[in-house]
């Protein structure tokens, strides 16, 4: 028998690390089809796609959902949802309004009161999926009324004028431009940062990707998936409100139906940006990006002369594709672990 080399056996055991492709596919793929759909809205629409004040109003309103949905990642990915945040906006800053206009308290108090309202929200929403096994998807439908109907009874149904005299920190911190730039995208980009170290550089970040991933695997390795979740939750929660006083302020004037609206775009937004339904997969860069086209389609609809009643059924189409291509592409990730090809 011979004794020389035998073709192609491995050298070693070391298995050869993922490619960069296979590694950030979903968040290249994003990049692509936002890149293609501004092509398409620059030839349909080029006097406004080339004039910079339509970028200039993204930047100012596509954060007040993208930066919820940045937070939202983080529950999809252990493999829940909710739907309470728009409410949790309004009650949130609520809370505010109580605390400074109607309580005479300084902004910066009813800021820590409003984000510690978010908080417990959150907290509440992860304690009954987690630590009562209730579904996601039912128990903050549940909740959403219940947000609503308390911060309706708070402020009896009235809203709060929030001007630039009476609130002037509150304006530099959440309205004001930055050397000529929308403040409200740079929360967007420092949150962004904030979340994608915390999720993919932390423990947490990892607890989260197992728990969404194999919850039988978390729990045999001691992961604490009750706590995991409530955290996951509590960062909605606390963004939720941070929104909800960032659109507040943009529009000068708290009204109790404040988040109306807000559900469908930041829904869309985490699914488009690559978030598996499924849990166990999900990138906050992702979202980012998605939110930007999420925000843009409204604008380029319109602006090619497309009947805005189009919105929500490209809106549909989006959550509805974006879902089809995530569940095709696991049943092949789970054919090929299964036969290797």
Request: contains cysteine; hydrophobic residues 55%.
């Amino acid at each position: 028998m011979a004794t020389g080399a035998i073709p192609n056996r491995p050298v070693d055991n070391r298995i050869a690390p993922p490619s960069a492709l296979r590694r950030h596919g979903s968040q290249l793929g994003i990049i692509g089809v936002g890149l293609a759909m501004w092509l398409a809205f620059v030839v349909a629409a080029p006097a406004v796609f080339t004039n910079l004040d339509i970028y200039r109003a993204f930047a100012q309103t596509t954060p007040q959902f993208g930066i919820i949905a940045l937070a939202l990642t983080f529950v999809v990915i252990t493999g829940e949802i909710d739907l309470s945040f728009p409410s949790i906006m309004a009650l949130g800053t609520a809370a505010f309004c109580l605390t400074t206009a109607y309580g005479g308290a300084p902004w910066w108090i009813g800021l820590v009161c409003a984000l510690a309202t978010g908080a417990a929200c959150g907290l509440l929403n992860g304690l009954l999926v987690a630590k009562l096994n209730i579904p996601s998807l039912v128990i903050t439908i549940g909740t959403s009324f219940l947000y609503r109907g308390l911060e309706l009874v708070l402020m009896n149904g009235t809203g709060v004028p929030l001007t630039a005299d009476k609130f002037p920190q509150m304006h530099a911190l959440l309205r004001a431009s930055v050397f000529g730039f929308p403040v409200q995208t740079l929360w967007m980009i420092a949150i962004l940062i904030v979340f994608w170290i915390l999720l993919n550089r932390t423990r947490f970040g990892a607890h989260v990707f197992l728990v969404g991933d194999n919850p039988t695997s978390a729990r045999l390795m001691g992961v604490n998936a009750v706590s995991v979740k409530a955290r996951a939750f509590v960062l909605v929660g606390v963004t939720a409100v941070f929104s909800g006083l960032m659109t507040s302020i943009y529009g000068y004037y708290f009204w109790p139906t404040t988040g109306d609206g807000f559900l469908l775009n930041t829904i869309a937004s985490v699914f488009l940006g690559g978030t598996s339904v499924f849990g166990g997969t999900g990138s906050v860069v992702g979202t980012f990006v998605a939110s930007y086209i999420i925000g843009a389609i409204n604008a380029g609809i319109v602006s090619a002369g497309i009947n805005a009643f189009y919105t929500q059924l490209a809106f549909g189409l989006v959550i509805v594709i974006s879902v089809v291509l995530q569940t095709l592409i696991e049943r092949r990730i789970r054919r090929q672990s299964l036969t290797g090809r």
